[in-house]
């Protein structure tokens, strides 16, 4: 179905389901999952708490991160299979926006621009969108502690941060799956008809409701 696709990435805002799905994906379509480390940040927990002090650390490291692993990416031999990836990195472009003050995200400009050259292009996106409330509720469904200090604002900031970037973006095909009536308390993504949206979208940018399953 996707043999000529070598790299199949997840995107969308925090609590919508990517690392879950790209897990799925890689299982299902046999492929290589790379999920972006940020467990490993030394100062997100910091930034959830105090994200003015800690956002240009913090932000400066999921960058180096993300590029240590995209330069693996791109080296993605040609008999390997298919990299399923929970981000993209333009994802911390959205962040370091969102987050960082004028002068910062200046200096952060300066090494975004050096690194996104070298960076993995994926064939196809698949944008996972929810309203506010549903991200909100699978934040605090998933119960992880330093998420807990998340609050409205910042889920409606990045929301919107994601809607802006992603209008315009065509860097690769987009297929953009609404999923807010999912409760993933009790449901699955229905992935036969999901995985019929991604190979359908070969250009531009599709758009669909994404159906559920029972657990």
Same mark, same amino acid.
């Given at each position: ?96 926006? $969102?987050?960082?003050?004028?002068? &910062? ?7 975004? *621009?050096?690194?996104? +050259?070298? =960076?993995? /292009? ?68 229905? $992935?036969?008809?999901?995985?019929? &949206? ?7 940018? *599709?758009?669909?409701? +994404?159906? =559920?399953? /029972?657990?």
């Amino acid at each position: 179905m996707f043999g000529d696709y070598k790299h199949i990435a997840i995107e969308g805002p925090i609590g919508v389901g990517k690392t879950s799905l790209a897990r799925t994906l890689a299982q299902r379509l046999g492929g290589r999952l790379v999920l972006e480390a940020a467990d490993a940040n030394p100062f997100l927990e910091n930034f959830y708490s105090d994200r003015r002090r800690y956002a240009l650390a913090t932000q400066l490291s999921f960058l180096a991160s993300r590029y240590r692993q995209q330069t693996e990416m791109r080296q993605h031999d040609l008999f390997e299979p298919l990299i399923i990836s929970d981000y993209i990195f333009d994802k911390d472009r959205i962040f370091a926006g $969102l987050t960082l003050s004028h002068d &910062e995200l200046d200096l952060y400009e300066q090494f975004y *621009r050096m690194m996104a +050259a070298r =960076a993995a /292009a994926p064939d196809l996106v698949v944008l996972l969108l929810a309203d506010v409330d549903t991200l909100l509720r699978r934040i605090a469904d998933r119960g992880i502690p330093c998420e807990s200090g998340l609050d409205r604002e910042y889920i409606e900031d990045l929301s919107a941060a994601y809607g802006e970037y992603f209008r315009v973006y065509d860097a690769a095909p987009l297929l953009l799956v609404d999923t807010s009536f999912i409760d993933y308390r009790t449901q699955t993504l229905e $992935l036969e008809g999901l995985l019929t &949206e991604m190979e359908q979208t070969r250009a531009g940018q *599709r758009v669909c409701v +994404a159906n =559920a399953e /029972a657990r």
